[in-house]
C-alpha cells in the first residue's frame, strides 16, 4: 500500500471455468461483478473470496490459489482458530430469492457447510440441516450455536453434530449465554 505497486494478480475465473467444465453447465461470463462484502483476510493471511457460485482461497502474501470450491452462500464465516470456513447456504427458488437476485443480498437457507480453510475439504461428514431457515449464527469459542425460526442447537466445530439432542424450542431467540451451573 505504502508504494502503490502489484505484488501479485491471481485468475480466479479460470479456476470457475475449469469447475464448470467439469460440472457440465455453462460457461462463465468473462466478467466478474463481485458484490460487496464478499472477501474476507484471516489473521494467518489469507484470502477467502466468493464470486458468483464459487468461494477461493488464496495466499494473501503470494496470490497462490489454494482452493476452489463449488458453493453458493448467503454468509461466510471462520471458526475460532480461524481452521474452518462456514458457508450458510443461500436459498435457491422461492419469490423472495428472485426478487432480491440482482441486489446481492441473499436469503439463508435451512443449510450450513464447513470447509478447511488449508485444503477446501469438506470438514464434516454432513451439513448442518436446521429445522428452518437459518436466523443467525454465533461462533462461540466452544460450539456453534445455529438459530432457526422456531429455536435453535448448538453444534460441534470438528464434527458439525448436535451437542444437544433436541434443539431448544423457542421463537426469538437473541442470545445463547451460559450461567454459573453450565447450563444454557
Known sequence: MTDNKLRW???VMKAGLQLKAESDEEPAEESIEVPSYTTIVTSDKHLLYQYKKSIACLEAGSGNLLWVEKAEPAEILLSPGEKNV?????????????ALAGTGV??????????????????WKDEI?????????????????VVHKNGCNLYNYAT?????????DGRRVTEILPNAEGTW
Open 129 to 145: 440441516e436446521a429445522d428452518e431457515k437459518v436466523r443467525w449464527v454465533d461462533t462461540h469459542p466452544d460450539f456453534l450455536t
Open 86 to 98: 462456514l458457508v450458510i447456504e443461500a436459498e435457491s427458488g422461492g419469490l423472495m430469492a428472485m
Open 160 to 168: 458439525g453434530e448436535k451437542l444437544w439432542k433436541k434443539d431448544f
Open 106 to 123: 441473499k436469503i439463508k437457507s435451512k443449510k450450513i457447510q464447513a470447509y478447511d480453510l488449508l485444503t477446501g475439504k469438506k470438514a
Open 9 to 11: 494478480k491471481t485468475d
